[in-house]
């Protein structure tokens, strides 16, 4: 059973800056079925990325995801008011998990 | 696309069985993969268990021996049953929709299940 472990637990930080979320997993996969979800306070989730680098639909530019194997980022270039939240990597496939789960709060 | 409505009890009683039912809206129930997925107060997600209208299914193992999703093509329903729940089975409990096994793509909108006497 894969582990999905994500750093930071939580970050503090300013409209307009980079944010940097890490998911890595126990073990590898190659079919890079890696998705990334947003969930803002009192909402449900919202899938943002599929497949590791995938935008999903309505996924702005400035949200972007990558990595393979066992290490997985996300990245929020410019962050906006709409951004905070909390963001979630899921493996889906044969036995979904999903990590902890990374809070982005504003400074 | 699809839309997903919950519904079911939003009370059940320790070492009853919490039963859920997920509307399907807006296209056909043969298109996607299918899961539940909860989220207890002030925690993370957790993934329940996904079905596919082939048959294909598969549980979370921590959960896999109380747990049963089923589906109803002809009325374009899925269904949650969890048996012998306790106060740690208190959650929101969400239905999802996805092209991928066990994904997200698409979510209702919850419901609130408390565990209680």
């Known amino acids: 059973e894969v582990v999905l472990t994500q750093s930071p637990g939580a970050l503090s930080l300013s409209p307009g800056e980079r944010a940097t979320l890490s998911c890595r997993a126990s073990?590898?996969?190659?079919?890079?079925?890696l998705a990334w979800y947003q969930q803002r306070p009192g909402q449900t989730p919202r899938l943002l990325i599929w497949d590791a680098s995938n935008r999903g639909a309505g996924t702005p530019d400035r949200i972007s995801g990558s990595g393979s194997g066992t290490d997985f980022t996300l990245t929020i270039s410019r962050l906006e008011p709409e951004d905070f939240g909390v963001y979630y990597c899921q493996l889906f496939g044969t036995s979904p998990t999903f990590g902890q789960g990374t809070k982005v709060e504003m400074k | 696309q699809v839309n997903l409505q919950e519904s079911g009890p939003g009370l059940v009683k320790p070492s009853e069985t919490l039963s859920l039912t997920c509307i399907v809206s807006?296209?056909?129930?043969?298109?996607?993969?299918y899961s539940w997925i909860r989220q207890p107060p002030g925690k993370g997600l957790e993934w329940i268990g996904y079905i596919h209208y082939s048959g294909d299914s598969n549980y979370n193992p921590s959960l896999k021996s109380r747990v049963a999703i089923s589906v109803d093509t002809s009325k374009n329903q899925f269904f949650l049953k969890m048996t012998s729940v306790t106060a740690a089975d208190t959650a929101v409990y969400f239905c999802a929709a996805g092209w991928g096994a066990g994904a997200g793509d698409m979510w209702g909108q919850g419901s609130l299940v408390t565990v209680s006497s």
């Open positions: 073990q590898s996969f190659t079919n890079n079925h």
């Open positions: 807006g296209d056909s129930i043969s298109r996607f993969y």
